[in-house]
């Protein structure tokens, strides 16, 4: 029976007979692409993680290569970088220091009449060293420098500014220096402020007729223990000399002896104690 002389019923059954025959091919074949688009996609997800894996191991080693790399270099010491050269280790470190306003009318300190709120000294502790597990302050050899620069509003050409510079040795039971004074103001606006055990809150006034000259000190003599506690370099200052006009502190700083390091306590209103 040729399909002109089918019934139309039986054309359109076949016709749909067909029609459902290739929609389930599509079908069929969809899921294959599918089945096979999944399969690629998971052999990727599996790359990747495994990349990924790969990476972050290979991030964690180079992090931690880096990281004993620059603890060879570097030390985080009382909350300072301590950058390190062989034996050679420095930082350095900057702040303000209050000064009490100015007022025009007289304050309540008739020898700073100008001083609105005459403030406690400030004790900034440069570098210490620690013998309280005993064998001294140092090896042979050991030695320290330190340079302090205090200026008002960057102004470090003018007359306003204050430089110290300590060159010095800690070995033993001993940590001494000669302090280069570069330039110094006023009269009693700095002192070395010095505590060991024979001398537990000894001061060394400075002042401008030191400027340019050597002057010896020793922050720790010899014949008061080899483990008697820290031995430290400590400047004094006297911020009512500088009512109404900060003043910026900046303190650079080298040693060598395993001893030394940087004060946790730089810049305080206590007093320090050769004992804590």
């Known amino acids: 029976m040729t399909t002109e002389t089918k019934p139309i019923s039986q054309q359109l059954t076949e016709v749909a007979g067909r029609a459902n025959a ?17 399969a690629k996609l ?8 495994n990349a990924e894996a790969s990476l972050n191991t290979e991030m964690a080693q180079a992090q931690s290569e880096f990281n004993s790399w620059k603890s060879g ?15 050679i280790k420095r930082y350095f470190f900057a702040t303000t220091l209050g000064n009490g306003g100015y007022t025009a009318a007289d304050g309540p300190d008739a020898a700073f009449p100008r001083c609105a709120a005459p403030q406690e000294p400030y004790y900034i502790n440069l570098l210490e060293f620690d013998a309280r597990n005993g064998g ?37 039971d001993c940590v001494s220096a000669v302090m280069e004074a570069k330039n110094i103001v006023h009269n009693n606006h700095l002192s070395l402020f010095i505590s060991e055990p024979d001398n537990p809150d ?11 000259s050597s002057v010896p000190v020793n922050f720790r003599a010899i014949n008061q223990g080899y483990d008697s506690g820290i031995a430290r370099l400590t400047l004094k200052v006297d911020p009512r000399f500088h009512c ?33």
């Open 22 to 38: 290739l929609c389930q091919t599509v079908a069929d074949k969809a899921g294959e692409i599918t089945t096979t688009l999944n």
């Open 73 to 87: 270099h570097t030390e985080l010491v009382n909350g300072l970088d301590v950058h390190k050269q062989g034996k």
């Open 136 to 172: 001294g302050f140092g090896a042979p050899g050991d030695y320290f420098k330190c340079e302090v620069i205090m200026t008002h509003r960057g102004m470090f050409a003018s007359a306003y500014t204050e430089r110290l510079v300590f060159t010095g040795t800690s070995f033993a």
């Open 42 to 49: 998971a052999q990727v997800d599996a790359r990747v993680t």
């Open 202 to 212: 000894k001061e060394i006034p400075l002042g401008p007729d030191l400027a340019g």
């Open 244 to 276: 109404g006009a900060s003043r910026a502190i900046s303190v650079s700083t080298e040693y060598t002896s395993e001893r030394g390091r940087p004060s946790a306590e730089r810049i305080s209103q206590n007093q320090p104690t050769w004992e804590q």
